[in-house]
């Protein structure tokens, strides 16, 4: 009976002991891949939208007007349209939605 408690006791520590290892990863996954979707703006499409969206160079259309849904803002940034170039091979899927989602904030 005495042995059957300690061990049920190890077997709670190393469960515990467990959980607290995937609540660590938990706590530093969301940091790892750090997508940030404003910085891919400024490096990738300011250039021909402006930072806020507006500047319309190149006949780049005005952001902070558009009316496209997150999910064709993707699509258009993965494969171009006009002269804008396609950037399917340029960032990665989770970069295109993370800076597809950062064009919805230009919106006035
Ligand atoms: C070389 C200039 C250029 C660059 C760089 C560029 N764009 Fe564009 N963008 C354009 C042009 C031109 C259009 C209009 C395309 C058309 O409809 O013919 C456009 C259209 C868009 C649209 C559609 C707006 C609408 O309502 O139709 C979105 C969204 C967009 N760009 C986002 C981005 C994002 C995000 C990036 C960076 C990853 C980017 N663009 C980089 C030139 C550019």
Redesign the pocket.
């Known amino acids: 009976m005495i042995r059957n408690t300690i061990s049920l006791a190890l077997l709670a520590a190393l469960l515990a002991c467990g959980n607290g290892d995937n609540a660590a990863k938990m706590a530093s996954a969301p940091s790892a891949p750090a997508v940030d979707g404003a910085k891919?703006?400024k490096v990738?499409?300011a250039?021909?939208?402006g930072n806020d969206g507006k500047l319309g160079?190149?006949?780049?259309?005005d952001?902070s007007v558009?009316?496209?849904s997150l999910e064709d803002?993707i699509a258009?940034?993965t494969t171009g349209?006009?002269?804008?170039?396609a950037?399917g091979s340029i960032?990665k899927s989770d970069e295109i939605k993370a800076?597809?989602e950062y064009?919805l904030t230009l919106k006035k």
């Open positions: 891919i703006f990738s499409c250039i021909c939208h160079l190149n006949g780049s259309k952001l558009s009316v496209l803002r258009l940034i349209k006009g002269l804008m170039p950037q960032l800076v597809a064009t």
